[in-house]
């Protein structure tokens, strides 16, 4: 990432910098620093400290930028979060900003948390992916400081966002590398340093180890494209860990590119297909941060990584695909590909004797439909595990939504010849149909699926997102993943 971000020493910021002043709305009105224009010479700018809202006020010696933060009594972590992003898309020519934010955080609030936040929102606001940049002039911003009352809540809270913020710039660097370059086996060899790297034990299964490993759903799949399927299946393992030491399994959907294979989609339903394996992405970018994190529990990540494309030995409507568990399934549409790869991953997770599993994937345009493009649609067949699994996004700041998994509509998926088909009824439910097949392949493990088909890609640059891949959920799963306990019945 293009910026840096370090602590100044106690009440003292760089003589050069900008400083970024947070200024939140009281009784009156904005709580301005002193030096600052009036309310109504702000207000009249368009100012008015509502939440990410920027004025910058020149100096002599230096210049003043007031981040809104909205009404004092209603701040929140979330919100300074907002104020760093928002500090960092503010257009200037300084190497270097210090800012006070953390210092405008109420006692109510953690300062470690306030600390992270701010660095998450400086870090993934000024996120760029320029790989394929011929020509590319980098902003001359390259260093904020958190100035002020410092001390070591604000070092640990800055070190846990610079660490947090890496491992969703890994997941948007993946989503955003063309489907060219981005192949099941180059993902892979890509898990391979990451391991290397970040001490993770790897095992990677090539399309022989797939077929002889009855993955049949992930081998299906790949039959209509030149490039072959991968399983990656990464292991975390903390200090001191024993038998005993609780397991989360993460499984990710990982379809490089998809063309619909033969039910083909239209050419505006490809654009943003690179994406489509968003959820393995998501699935690296946690395990690549849990050794900095010292996470307490061990996590298995696995990556489901196949394209689906139209080839002449592509799989046909009405084939059947034997899952790793043994369920077989009937094929009503090739373009419900993710759930059939995740049909194999989630029965290795369960096999392998995960405590509990989540899986991620851009899995379903219905839940688009029903929540749009900032809402991950959340599933489970364990209320609690799914309530902590939600808790754990308002902590991170990613907006969540249940949906229901109604056993009635289970008889959508029954097939005349085979355990079940892979969709249900056209137009109807289409999210819950989709997660009511993925339970079939978890038993009685608690799990929570999250579809992120809405917000795992970008067109706009928002607050903490830049177009593109977003890295939604490696937030929320390193938050959960730091207090995680076994569900229970």
Known sequence: MPLTISVSSAKEAPKSAAVGVGVTIGRNGPELPAGSPSVSVLAARGFEAKVGQIAVVPGRSSTTILVGLGRAA??????????????????????????????????????????????????????????????????????VVLSGRVGRLVDQGIARGVVVAGAVALNRDLVNEPAMTLTPAHFAD?????????????????????????????????????????????????????????????????????????????????????????????????????????????????????????????????????ARNGKTVEIYNTDAEGRLVLMDGLSLAVEDGADAVIDLATLTGAAVVALGTEITAVMGN?????????????????????????????KQLESPIADLKNIGNPGQAGSSIAGLFLQEFVGTTPWVHLDIAGPAFTNTDDGIVTRGGTGVMVRTLLELIATFEVPTR
């Open 74 to 143: 209603d701040l929140t972590v979330e919100h300074f979060r907002s104020a760093g992003a928002a500090l960092v898309r503010t257009s200037f020519t300084e190497e270097t900003i210090a800012t006070t934010l953390v210092d405008s955080a109420p006692t109510r609030l953690d300062r470690a948390s306030v600390a992270q936040a701010v660095t998450e929102g400086v870090l993934l606001a000024s996120y760029q992916f320029t790989t394929y940049k011929s020509q590319f002039t980098p902003r001359a911003l390259t260093n």
């Open 382 to 410: 364990h209320q609690a595990f799914v309530d902590r699994v939600r808790a754990a996004a308002s902590v991170a700041g990613e907006d969540t939504w249940q949906l229901p998994l109604p056993a009635r509509y289970r």
């Open 190 to 322: 890509l898990a391979i340093e990451v391991a290397a790297a970040k001490s993770l034990a790897i095992r990677v299964w090539d399309e022989h180890d797939i077929e002889r490993e009855r993955l049949g759903g992930i081998r299906g799949v790949s039959l209509g494209s030149t490039e072959p399927p991968r399983v990656v299946t990464l292991t975390y393992n903390p200090k001191g860990a024993t038998k005993k030491t609780p397991t989360l399994a993460l499984v990710g959907k990982g379809i490089t590119f998809d063309s619909g294979g033969l039910s083909l989609k239209t050419n505006d339903g490809m654009l943003t297909m690179k994406c489509d394996m968003g959820g393995a992405g998501a699935v690296l970018g946690v395990m690549s941060a849990l050794a900095a994190l010292e996470a307490p529990v061990r996590v298995v990540g696995y990556c489901c990584l196949s394209e689906n494309m139209p080839g002449p030995a592509a799989f046909k409507l009405l084939d059947v695909l034997t």
